[in-house]
């Protein structure tokens, strides 16, 4: 299989071998993605500008769904040494550089002020959020990383989950109850199991599969650029499907609710002074208002 050699700013470059697994037996559209993430990890809060591309432009042809990725070990305390990075200093440091290189807000003074030093009880809120429905949970972790990374709040805090949990519009009492489930704590073995049988050991990593069982996967690790996705995509549906039309940037907006100037311009391929021009008139027709962040701007859709 080929592999991609490519320089990356976050991680190792390759697109290494994966096993066929799950299948994709039971799905309609060709193509499966799983993108093991860890929820702390900014790398991969700054993927979301190529993710929200990736699903406008070619949803049509995948399904996609979030893993939590890491050791188990692992998860009951926030100091892990990767990267060299052992210090809540040299973590606040590492999220600033973050921010500023991929411009997706990531407030490190989080570590400075109020350092999170037990994540389990975040990585489990996450299942419990997708006992409700595959984008009950989505929704769940866009939340808790706002929450983390633009507001800097204690997402491992079980009010906070709480105050996530209503902002993601789940049923508050059932995610209660499932936060100390055993069904939640099964999902997040099942998430380390992918994890561990991919033979993953760097967030953010991307495992693509096609509905052939007979086939490998496609494991490209850390933040490539758009085309390396587009690519491999093309190569499991053995030919290249043209992207979708996008939507005007109010219907953008009405779907995602709450984006990034970032994300909008990558989505969108303009630069965020543009970006910023554009989304000041909808400002001024009340379809959308600006709220500062420490690195950037974010929209809040407030049309009808």
């Known amino acids: 299989m080929r592999s991609f050699e490519i320089n990356n700013p976050f991680s190792a470059h390759d697109k290494g071998k994966a096993s066929p697994f799950p299948t994709s037996s039971t799905c309609h559209k060709p193509v499966e993605i799983y993108f093991v993430i860890d929820p702390f990890c900014p790398e991969c809060w700054a993927m979301e500008p190529i993710i929200k591309k990736l699903w406008m432009e070619y949803g049509r042809y995948f399904t996609f769904r979030y893993i939590i990725g890491g050791k188990l070990d692992s998860l009951n305390s926030i100091k892990r040494k990767r990267n060299d990075i052992r210090t809540v200093e040299q973590i606040a440091e590492a999220w600033k550089k973050t921010a500023f290189q991929t411009g997706m807000c990531c407030d490190g003074d989080i570590w ?3 350092p999170i030093s037990t994540p389990f009880l975040g990585f489990i809120a996450i299942k419990a959020a997708e006992l409700q429905g595959k984008q009950a949970g989505m929704r769940f972790l866009r939340r808790m990383r706002e929450m983390l990374f633009l507001q800097k709040q204690n ?6 989950l709480i105050q996530i949990a209503e902002k993601a519009a789940l049923d508050v009492n059932e995610f209660i109850e499932d936060i ?5 704590v099964k999902a997040l073995k099942s998430d380390l199991k992918f994890y561990n049988d991919m033979e993953i050991d760097h967030t953010p990593t991307l495992v693509f599969f096609n509905n052939k069982a007979d086939e490998e ?3 490209v690790t850390g933040c490539q650029s758009y085309n390396v996705y587009v690519e491999v995509i093309s190569e499991l549906l053995a030919f290249t499907p043209k992207p979708a039309p996008l939507p005007p940037v109010e219907e953008f907006m009405k779907k995602y609710t709450f984006v990034g100037t970032k994300e909008l311009s990558f989505v969108y391929d ?3 002074s543009e970006m910023e021009r554009r989304m000041k008139k909808l400002v001024l027709q009340q379809v959308v208002e600006k709220i500062p962040v420490k690195h950037g701007a974010f929209w809040n859709y407030t049309g009808q």
């Open 112 to 114: 400075l002020e109020a």
């Open 155 to 160: 997402i491992c805090k079980r009010d906070v």
């Open 180 to 184: 100390h489930s055993e069904a939640a």
């Open 217 to 219: 996967g496609i494991k």
């Open 270 to 272: 303009t630069t965020c």
